[in-house]
């Protein structure tokens, strides 16, 4: 199942309500995750932008989109960010497709190459 990481910054009401009572946000996202075909395979508190980082993982990605809508909607979360993870094995798989696949792609360092500019206007 595809593999995705959600980092997530708590909203101000939230982190008053876990302070005041602690709550096991694992659990509450593991049933989430569980709901939506997935499973949560870790959580981790951070410091820095975002409160907590997940990975988790879902039988599609319109799961996967529904659970980040979810979040999003609950009001728990002020802002997050999503990102599809790939495995190593699929990353090496990709960096051998974008060599053998022909686009005729240049970079503009490429495209330009040789060309020298000596100035003034061409006419």
Do not use: C
């Not at 699929?90 to 497709?97: G, H, V, W, Y």
């Amino acid at each position: 199942m595809p593999l995705f990481m959600i980092k997530a910054k708590y909203s101000e009401d939230s982190l008053k309500a876990m302070t005041e009572k602690p709550s096991d946000r694992p659990h509450a996202l593991t049933q989430a995750v569980s709901a939506h075909g997935g499973n949560l395979h870790l959580f981790y508190w951070a410091f820095g932008e975002f409160d907590a980082v997940a990975v988790f993982d879902a039988p599609t990605n319109q799961a996967a989109k529904s659970v980040e809508m979810m979040l999003g909607a609950s009001g728990a979360i002020s802002s997050y960010e999503i990102s599809t993870l790939l495995t190593n094995a699929q990353a090496m798989e990709a960096m051998r497709r974008a060599q053998s696949v022909d686009t005729n792609f240049k970079s503009p360092q490429k495209e330009w190459e040789g060309w020298r500019d000596y100035g003034g206007e061409a006419g």
